[in-house]
């Protein structure tokens, strides 16, 4: 070769950018929209995740509607019943599953790293997800209820009390789930097991947590390990929105125990912060 | 950028055992070595990405062991082969990593200037190899750095993506960014490379230019002819001119004439291999 190289046009040299700029509020809501955009635009590009994670409650409701058209108590449909547990199961999905899976990808495929290498604050990616998180969660709890109550006439929460409590317990369900899923993703050893070792832990709990079943008919051992997790917290609370009053009577506890679901899932959120604060890697195993 | 008795272990394993080089602002400097040989680990030391064990490490006037978002802003990564951005296209790969920067370049202008401006639409999925690599480099110079890093950039490429790549990064050169690159192809270091250094074993064997690495500028010639009965004569020579001349005088235009100095490769060869098996 004989190339000779091109004679430099002297070295670049530029002011330091100042340090403040990286932490102005400006940077990290331009930075975070950017991530935001992305990771709606990845997801709308990826049929597995919109079937599994955000259309899954959707299309089981339609299936388990279809088939059971009985009724759990007088004037309530177990389609009635059954769309508060996917509305709960759904708001796990989009944030649990969907981020330990997406995160545990992300870190072994080297995205993690690269974005370490660049100027964005760490804080950006994190809510970039939060921001996949409540776009999904709203879209998919809206498209469920509305498909709920139009094809099989399940009704929507009876007054202002009952929406505030489907709000309050979607939030702060989502909260420990997003918390929970960002400190799982650490779990999979590779992102290719990342999808076997997550879907489980939500199939299992969608089982003993009330979802499939109805919740005060399984085995006094199996909602004690249920009464453990979020889920069971949640189908809870979305029933507290979506079943009559009359209906609190048939749970275990005889009432709508609204305090202690804020309580649980309120301790899920700060136990999820501890964890992804210390044990959170933007790098794969043994790569330090 | 200045390292100075650089170490870097793992347990018993010692990565990096002892660098010390500088590289100037604006120089192309070439890391060459074997896999394993401790490359990698260095430059990630310098990337800001590992913790090192000891030795004193100066990048643009900061500690790579305590990166700052200003400092990154300055630095551009091209780490070795990537997989991840699989769902998203090529400009909206570039046009996102802009927005982390205080200065970016122009995304546009950046795919363009990597070449990849008939793919601006296409998903990083399905880019071959060698375009991909481009929007690695697309991504390390959005910011605008004023140092880049190459770790292995060409690996797995053909050789005319390999010229274009060159290019490429001769572009960047002339426009007065320093560059560290890594690789194992002694072409590619000849091309490039204003000055290298050779790594074995986390240590450093040899410093240069790829013009004297080893000395091979004033290493003997092998002249070779074929002489009037026909059978081919070889000679070791440090006056190669002179011995030509006398050929030349004594029988005419010699059949089969060729004078052969050390190439880069043998030069780096030699300084790999133990001296006593060598010999």
């Known amino acids: ?288 | 950028m200045r390292v100075t008795d650089l170490h870097k272990h793992y347990g018993p394993k010692h990565a990096v055992d002892g660098i010390s080089f500088e590289v100037p602002a604006g120089q192309v400097f070439a890391l060459l070595g074997p896999n394993g040989a401790g490359k990698s680990t260095t430059v990630e030391v310098l990337e800001g990405y590992r913790a090192r064990t000891s030795g004193q490490v100066s990048v643009l006037g900061a500690d790579p062991g305590r990166p700052t978002p200003a400092w990154r802003a300055r630095i551009g990564i091209v780490a070795q082969s990537t997989k991840d951005l699989s769902d998203l296209t090529v400009t909206e790969v570039v046009r996102q990593f802009a927005t982390f920067y205080p200065h970016p370049r122009r995304p546009e202008a950046v795919i363009e200037q990597v070449g990849l401006a008939d793919d601006a639409r296409t998903r990083a999925s399905a880019l071959s190899g060698g375009r991909r690599r481009r929007l690695d480099v697309a991504l390390g110079i959005i910011g605008d750095p004023e140092l880049l890093f190459l770790d292995e950039p060409t690996t797995g490429f053909d050789p005319e993506a390999r010229r274009e790549f060159w290019a490429l990064v001769q572009l960047l050169a002339a426009d007065g960014t320093t560059i560290l690159l890594t690789t194992h192809y002694l072409d590619e270091v000849e091309v490039l490379a204003d000055a290298l250094a050779v790594i074995d074993r986390g240590r450093i064997v040899a410093t240069g230019t790829p013009a004297t690495l080893g000395d091979r500028d004033r290493a003997p010639a092998t002249v070779r002819w074929r002489d009037a009965g026909g059978t081919w004569r070889t000679e070791l020579t440090g006056e190669p001119a002179a011995l030509v001349g006398r050929l030349h005088a004594a029988g005419g235009e010699p059949d089969g004439l060729s004078v052969h100095r050390p190439t880069l490769e043998d030069a780096y060869l030699s300084l790999l291999t133990p001296a006593e098996v060598s010999r």
């Open chain 1, 1 to 288: 070769m004989t190339t000779t190289p091109t004679t430099p046009a002297g070295p670049r040299t530029r002011a330091a950018a100042d340090a403040s700029a990286f932490r102005s509020p400006a940077f990290l809501l331009r930075t975070s929209w950017a991530r935001t955009v992305v990771e709606l635009t990845e997801l709308s590009r990826s049929w597995d995740a919109l079937v599994f994670n955000v259309f899954f409650p959707i299309i089981f409701l339609f299936i388990f509607g279809s088939v059971f058209d009985g009724d759990v108590a007088p004037g309530v449909s177990f389609t009635q019943y059954f769309t508060a547990g996917m509305a709960a199961s759904g708001v796990l999905l989009v944030s649990f599953q969907s981020l330990a899976i997406s995160i545990a990808v992300e870190r072994d495929d080297g995205l993690l790293k690269r974005l370490e290498g660049t100027p964005m604050p760490p804080a950006a990616y994190f809510l970039g997800k939060v921001g996949l998180v409540v776009v999904t969660g709203v879209v998919q709890m809206a498209v469920l209820l509305t498909a709920a109550h139009l094809l099989f006439d399940v009704d929507l929460p009876a007054g202002p009390q009952q929406w505030w409590t489907l709000a309050w317990v979607t939030v702060l369900g989502a909260a420990a789930g997003t918390l929970l899923g960002i400190a799982y993703s650490s779990v999979p050893r590779t992102g290719r097991s990342a999808n076997a070792v997550t879907a489980p832990v939500v199939l299992v709990l969608q089982f003993i947590s009330g979802v499939f079943f109805v919740y005060s008919q399984l085995p006094g051992w199996m909602q004690d390990v249920a009464a453990v997790f979020p889920l069971k917290w949640m189908a809870e609370g979305f029933r507290a929105a979506l079943l009559p009053e009359s209906m609190a009577a048939a749970e275990p506890a005889g009432e709508w125990q609204l305090g202690l679901i804020a309580l649980v899932l309120a301790g899920w959120t700060v136990l999820g912060l501890v964890l992804c604060r210390t044990t959170f890697r933007w790098r794969r195993r043994g790569d330090s």
